[in-house]
């Protein structure tokens, strides 16, 4: 039980074009949902809290108008990359909040060119 | 801000070697979870702990919350190659937005 799904799980864009990333609770419904960026050899870094149905909340320095969150349902929470930049190739991950505890996507590795 | 600070942040040990890795904060947390993260993927939750001086052991790992729920530790026995990767441990509030606290990471890598 308790599994997250992310898709795509890799991909690759030119300078300028938004990218959308989804994140699905398969198993179980989740109110809240977290987005992360992690760099290599560094730890997990929040951008933001999706809550299903209402404007998630972000971390201080991470841009809304950049990182676009929807949580339609209780499965489903989509980051949208706009006009995506090499500096932001890294690696997405999205969490599921379930009785506490969060139970982590297989992440998304994004490339920017 | 809480933080939490883990301990060491890298780790090189051969196989049948023991070790501990170590969380620390100056705040209280409802929860201390533990993951290990493999390159290119997804961080896997080992253990949850809740109470004050509760042990969890899961086969040859062993976690430790502290009485005063400020800290934790993860001790390894008889370490294998297969137990190389990433381990965060992250602390968790009750009655907040569900969001945790992580720690900056401990690298391991245990070779044969």
């Known amino acids: 039980g308790a599994v997250v799904s992310q898709h795509p799980s890799r991909v690759i864009c030119k300078s300028g074009t938004s990218v959308k990333i989804e994140c699905r609770s398969l198993?179980?419904?989740?109110?809240?949902m977290f987005w992360y960026r992690q760099f290599p050899k560094q730890s997990l870094m929040l951008m933001a809290t999706?809550?299903?149905?209402?404007?998630?909340?972000?971390e201080q320095g991470v841009e809304k108008d950049k990182f676009l969150i929807n949580h339609a349902s209780l499965t489903l929470s989509t980051l949208t990359v706009t006009s995506a930049h090499p500096e932001d190739s890294s690696f997405y991950i999205c969490?599921?909040?379930?009785?506490?505890?969060?139970?982590f996507g297989p992440g998304t590795r994004l490339l920017v060119l | 801000t809480q933080l939490l600070e883990q301990s060491p942040q890298f780790l090189s040990i051969q196989e049948g070697e023991n070790l501990t890795v170590y969380c620390n904060s100056s705040?209280?947390?409802?929860?201390l979870q533990w993951y290990r993260q493999e390159p290119g993927e997804g961080p896997v939750l080992l253990v949850t702990?809740?109470?004050?001086?509760e042990v969890k052991k899961l086969k040859r790992l062993t976690f430790q919350f502290g009485d005063a729920r400020k800290d934790s530790s993860l001790h390894i026995t008889a370490a294998q190659p297969g137990d190389t990767g990433l381990y965060l441990c992250?602390?968790?509030?009750?009655?907040?937005?569900?969001?945790?606290?992580f720690g900056k990471g401990t690298k391991l890598t245990v070779n044969p």
């Open positions: 198993d179980f419904q989740a109110t809240t």
């Open positions: 705040s209280v947390f409802s929860s």
């Open positions: 999706s809550n299903e149905g209402s404007k998630a909340t972000y």
């Open positions: 702990v809740v109470t004050g001086g």
């Open positions: 969490s599921a909040a379930a009785q506490g505890t969060q139970y």
């Open positions: 992250a602390g968790g509030r009750r009655g907040g937005s569900e969001k945790l606290v």
